[in-house]
């Protein structure tokens, strides 16, 4: 990257914004000089003062990402610098599995990097940024040492952003399963199997606070993937923990968990569809001390906001009908367009439609390691109540 670059000049109603955050669309656009799809561009206002600078794709409608608000050149050693300040952020947290890097909040919007023990996983989300991986990927050694590196696009994203993703080990193969510590819990990860590693990361935490909020009785989660809360919950002293998760990856790395932490002779995994199974055993009665509710995005775009609500109406009026006395639930949404306020009138109103009293016990939401900008909303997406029935 040189240090001229092609100017983009925003419209005078949109200067404001762009001055603390680094999302630019279209119709934000005044007009922009001839640049490359995932070149840099300088950012300028329309009286052609200084805005910022970034990387530029005309084909998404969200069309640059400022990288930077200081007059200074978007090239290696910059990228260098911002991972290297990324990643001594997280240092002295003690967690073998962590996120390094995270997109906007961390200052490089369209970058993911996580570490799992001795490897590292590196998502690219924008044409930018896939551009200049082995970039990234040297200036994450040089910090961290010669790791193996795998690969996890997102194939949605490349294909908005038109690129072609790179999945699994990039340059040479990590290991085929690496199996971490989270609060005491063993948690096994397959770092170069696919799109997902058997681990999200922004939960680190809650699954350690909800795990040993579950007391000693009768656990039921709810859209489970690897098992991650209920190993918590029987690792704390459930009696018995009951997993309902569809995806057959996930089934088998949720065994996987159970095994490696010896508590399979309590744990039973239902492959079956989690709307289906919560209504069944609304139908039978059943009671659980604890139930959570992690579902995958229901929204993904505004257009599916009021379906999305309807659904996590739905399950959390199941959820905590389910509740025995004293139960409690941990529900979650990881839909950014779902705010924290909506998302909690939704379980307000599903509990007065059931007709129950829940007491918040703490409101959460994601782990440390995915910091919050305040002029970003974006960046907090993870919403989650832990209620308690009175």
């Known amino acids: 990257m040189s240090k001229k670059s092609p100017v983009l000049r925003l419209k005078k109603s949109h200067e404001q914004r762009a001055r603390t955050h680094p999302w630019i669309f279209k119709g934000d656009v005044a007009d922009v000089s001839d640049v490359a799809p995932g070149d840099v561009v300088t950012v300028i206002d329309a009286s052609r003062r200084f805005v910022g600078r970034g990387l530029f794709n005309p084909r998404p409608a969200l069309c640059c990402r400022i990288f930077t608000w200081e007059d200074e050149p978007l090239d290696d050693a910059w990228l260098a610098r911002r991972i290297e300040a990324a990643v001594h952020a997280r240092e002295g947290s003690g967690r073998e599995a962590e996120r390094l890097v995270w997109s906007e909040a961390d200052g490089v919007p369209g970058l993911v990097v996580d570490r799992y023990g001795p490897a590292l996983v590196v998502q690219c989300l924008t044409l930018g940024v896939a551009r200049r991986r082995s970039t990234i990927v040297a ?31 990039l340059d040479r193969p990590g290991p085929d399963e690496i199996v971490v510590k989270e609060a005491g819990v063993r948690l096994a990860v397959r770092p170069g199997a696919g799109h997902k590693t058997g681990l999200y990361l922004d939960q680190a935490e809650n699954r350690a606070r909800v795990g040993a909020a579950g007391g000693r009785g009768q656990v039921l989660d709810v859209f489970a993937y690897a098992g991650g809360f209920a190993c918590h919950a029987l690792a704390a002293g459930a009696t018995r ?7 057959a990856e996930a089934v088998a790395a949720a065994r996987r968990n159970f095994e490696l932490n010896g508590v399979a002779a309590r744990a039973e995994v239902r492959a079956v569809n989690a709307f289906d199974e919560l209504r069944r055993l609304d139908r039978e009665r059943a009671r659980f001390d604890l139930v959570v509710l992690d579902p995958p995005p229901f929204a993904r775009g505004r257009t599916a906001l009021d379906a999305a609500l309807r659904g996590y109406k739905e399950i959390n009026l199941r959820a905590m ?60 997406y993870l919403k989650g109540l832990l209620l308690e029935a009175v």
């Open 241 to 247: 923990a009951v997993c309902v998760e569809s995806s």
């Open 321 to 380: 009908r389910l509740l025995a006395p004293g139960g409690r639930l941990a529900t979650f949404s990881c839909s950014h367009h779902v705010d924290e306020a909506t998302f909690e009138a939704t379980c307000r109103e599903a509990a007065a439609d059931a007709g129950l009293r829940l007491r918040i016990i703490e409101r959460q939401s994601q782990a440390a390691d995915h910091p919050v900008l305040l002029t970003v909303p974006e960046t907090r």
């Open 139 to 169: 200036a994450l050694r040089r910090r961290l040492g010669d790791l193996p590196v795998a690969a996890t696009d997102d194939s949605a994203m490349a294909a908005l952003e038109g690129f072609e993703p790179a999945s699994g080990w």
